[in-house]
């Protein structure tokens, strides 16, 4: 088997099966309504192929911007949208998706094919030339960091929806937009602190995905006991 076999199967290892270890851990906070893993697959691999779009788009967007701040806030603003959108498309008007969480639920699971290809990616740039410590680290920071960022951002989305899962049409959509604009604020700022922090300080800025993902299961048990008597409360 050819070195460049290699590198590409130990970076989709690399990308993929830490992506479908946290998928194993946010399942696990709908354990007691599960969705079916048709769905679950069908979601994961619709935020696979959103990477697909993502890459020729943010190339393209990004001949046109020279400012990296603003570039990188184009291509957060792209991400976010095309994760909600695969989501839209493949899931949400779905028969069984019929309670609040479940918008948070499959929002996750595209986050995280998003993440799992996205990782890939990257991995295999330092597989293919560089020390196998400097991948480790690589793969490690992606881990801790950009996949929950990923996750964070898509399952804001899904708060938002879930929020409005039994509100009119038109409050639907307005929670919609807002979701995604938070998202996208989130991911943004993630960003511009990735840009302007030391390397040396670099872990200190994951604190703050780390911080969302404290107040990411908070939410999730308060959308858990979401139902219509109480939306229409609210």
């Known amino acids: 088997m050819s070195s ?16 479908l270890a946290w998928l194993w851990f946010w399942l696990r906070e709908d354990s007691k309504h599960p ?4 769905l679950i697959a069908l979601a994961f691999f619709g935020g696979m192929c959103a990477v697909a779009i993502a890459i020729p788009t943010e190339q393209l967007i990004g001949a046109f911007i020279q400012n990296q701040t603003l570039k990188f806030d184009a291509w957060s603003a792209i ?5 909600f959108l695969a989501a839209l498309s493949l899931i949400f008007w779905r028969k069984d998706y019929d309670e609040p969480v479940d918008a948070v639920i499959y929002m996750i699971c595209v986050a995280l094919g998003f993440s799992a290809v996205e990782n890939t990616l990257f991995l ?24 929950l960022l990923h996750v964070l951002s898509s399952a804001t989305i ?27 604020l989130l991911h943004s700022t993630f960003n511009f602190l990735i840009l302007n922090t030391p390397q040396a300080y670099l872990l200190r800025t994951f604190v ?10 908070a939410a999730l048990e308060f959308v858990k006991r979401i ?7 609210s």
Do not use: C
């Open 35 to 38: 969705e079916p893993r048709r």
């Open 124 to 147: 295999w740039s330092p597989l293919s030339g560089d020390t196998v410590f400097q991948t480790i680290i690589t793969g490690n920071l992606r881990f801790v960091g950009a996949t």
């Open 208 to 217: 703050f995905v780390w911080v969302g993902v404290i107040v990411l299961l």
């Open 227 to 233: 139902h219509p008597r109480l939306s229409r409360q």
């Open 4 to 19: 460049d076999v290699i590198s590409i199967l130990a970076a989709m290892a690399g990308g993929i099966l830490p992506a």
């Open 158 to 184: 899904g708060v938002s929806l879930a929020l409005a899962f039994y509100k009119p049409r038109s409050v639907k959509i307005l929670y919609a937009l807002s979701g995604v604009i938070l998202a996208i």
């Open 79 to 83: 991400e976010e949208s095309l994760k």
